[in-house]
């Protein structure tokens, strides 16, 4: 993996927490990401699907 491609990642993931955050409350260090989706560290059961995040992250930022 490229450098360039690695920042890449890392921005796609903090952004996938920020719209965890915006839409579940709480503050991006408050969830985590495994299998697909973004969930509350403190419950698993509160998630967001990857598909969710980025039909939200299109929606916030037009």
Do not use: C, Q, W
């Amino acid at each position: 993996m490229t450098r360039t491609n690695y920042v890449a990642a890392i921005d796609a993931l903090e952004k996938l927490l920020e719209i965890a955050a915006i839409d579940l409350g709480g503050s991006p260090s408050d969830y985590d990401i495994a299998d697909e989706r973004v969930y509350l560290k403190s419950d698993p059961s509160i998630f967001i699907t990857y598909a969710n995040a980025a039909a939200r992250a299109i929606e916030l930022r037009g």
